[in-house]
Each structure stands twice: as C-alpha cells, then as structure tokens.
C-alpha cells in the first residue's frame, strides 16, 4: 500500500515499509526544503523540523530510520536535541548537516553523531552518507 506524504512534512501511516524514513531538522526552510526535495526524488519519505524542540517531538511520534540535524539553531539547539534523543532512541543514526563541521566533529563521540557532512559539501555527500547508513534505496 502506497500513501503519500502530508503537505506538513508528517509521515503518513500505511507507507511502503521498505522506504526508509528520514526527519531533516533545520532552521532555515530553504535548506530544510531543499533537502527534503532532493531526497524524495531520490526514494526516501521524509519529515521536517524546523528547530530542536519540534525535532525532539516529531523524531518521537514519527520514529525516523534517520536524522538528519543541523547542530546551530535558536532555542534547542541540534547538540541538545540529539541529546534528549539520543536518551530515548539510541539506536537512531543521526548525522549533523552543518556548516559547523569542526564543531560537530569534537561532538561525535559525545552525542553518538554517526558522521558529519558540511553544507558547503553538499546534498550528494549527504545522499551517499545516508545510503552509506541505510543501504541503498529501495
């Protein structure tokens, strides 16, 4: 059964449960859109959020297979939203997408971050991190 996803960003129940999920968190909605666009067309279902604490509520409703954070935002920042879940998902890769790379390189041991891309790298780099992660689409 195939389902779309929501014009909000949520996952829609019923989808294809071989497509992974992917939440991308990032303030700026250019970036945010911009790299939810490009992974749909590449086969992923994703979900957007627009700063930490809307990370830390959309990553416990929707259970990505995959974060995607950017580390700098206002308010709950993308360290502290790892952080809070990382304590009740653990096992969720989370990579930083960020134009912080060393920053978010001294952070990887500590927040459990599985890789870091730097925006200026691109989406490719970040496409072929992810595939690294999840596998290839399928």
Known sequence: ??????????????HVETQKRILIVDDSDVIRRGIR?????????CSEASDGADAIK????????????DLVMPGINGIEAT???RSTMPRVPVIAFTMYETLAKSLTSKLAIDTVV??????????????S???PVS
């Open 1 to 14: 059964m195939v389902q779309s996803i929501s014009e909000q960003g949520a996952f829609s129940p019923g």
């Open 37 to 45: 666009v490009y992974l749909e067309m590449t086969g992923y279902l």
């Open 58 to 69: 959309k990553a416990r409703e929707s259970k990505p297979d995959l974060i995607v954070m």
């Open 83 to 85: 952080s809070v879940i």
């Open 118 to 131: 730097s925006k200026p790298e691109g989406l490719v780099k970040l496409r072929q991190c992810i595939q």
């Open 133 to 135: 992660i999840l596998g």
